[in-house]
């Protein structure tokens, strides 16, 4: 069965510190990686993909197929990036499939 | 522009009455999606429509009802609204149902149910 596991609810961190935001899928076949940000009451937007390999606002993602992760990361976390953090796995290859979000992740950086 | 929009972003309404949610995407996307973000922020997938045609129907209670009449807009209408109805309700589309590049979200309806 399709899951994605997003095994914090809430990470508090300062301003300055590393941030890693955890994300462990469980999909048949080789899927597409997501990570979508909502800031408050604003819309979901896309964060970044791994397909693209690149950097976002300071942030990447490795996907580690091994572990079946994809966590989030940034060395140096700014206040700017608190907000709800989603990881969305997609099978990205045809068939019947239900598009899944992890349970999110709420970032707080305090000053 | 806006790529998707969703009107009204907020609706305040009393139980039993029956309300819709209009979308609508400039973006020539095939696929477009309603998802229902609740108090705890999870993120429910409700329905989705594929050249309007309806390819994801996840056990929603059949007083929500989807309408897609063209590939670029999918409504939402609501019959005998509940307490438990309260929530964000989130439009989206994607470029095909594949999901490649992703969604593009609506800002949100934040619909309170009285």
């Known amino acids: 069965a399709q899951r994605v596991t997003q095994p914090e609810k809430l990470l508090s961190v300062f301003k300055g510190a590393p941030v890693e935001l955890k994300c462990n899928y469980s999909?048949?076949?080789?899927?597409?990686l997501f990570w979508y940000v909502q800031y408050s009451r604003q819309r979901l937007q896309l964060l970044l993909r791994?397909?693209s390999r690149e950097s976002i606002k300071g942030f990447t993602a490795d996907l580690n197929k091994g572990e079946t992760s994809f966590h989030l990361k940034k060395p140096f976390a700014q206040e700017e990036d608190s907000a709800m953090y989603y990881c969305?796995?997609?099978?990205?290859?045809?068939?019947?499939?239900?598009?899944?979000f992890g349970r999110g992740t709420s970032l707080i950086v305090h000053p | 522009d806006t790529a998707v929009s969703q009107t009204p972003k907020y609706l305040v309404t009393q139980m039993g009455n029956d309300k819709s949610i209009k979308c609508e995407q400039n973006?020539?996307?095939?696929?477009m999606y309603w998802y229902k973000q609740d108090s705890k922020k999870f993120l429910k997938i409700m329905f989705s429509?594929?050249?309007?045609?309806?390819?994801i129907n996840e056990t929603v209670p059949n007083r929500f009802s989807p309408k897609s009449p063209d590939k670029a807009h999918l409504n939402l209408h609501i019959n005998s609204l509940e307490l438990g109805d309260s929530a964000v309700y989130f439009c989206?589309?994607?470029?095909?149902?594949?999901?490649?590049?992703?969604?593009?979200f609506g800002s949100g309806t934040r619909l309170t149910v009285v």
């Open positions: 999909y048949s076949g080789s899927p597409e």
């Open positions: 973006l020539g996307h095939d696929t």
């Open positions: 989206a589309s994607s470029q095909d149902r594949l999901l490649v590049y992703g969604y593009t």
């Open positions: 969305a796995p997609t099978p990205a290859s045809g068939g019947s499939y239900i598009p899944t």
């Open positions: 429509y594929n050249n309007k045609e309806l390819i």
């Open positions: 791994h397909i």
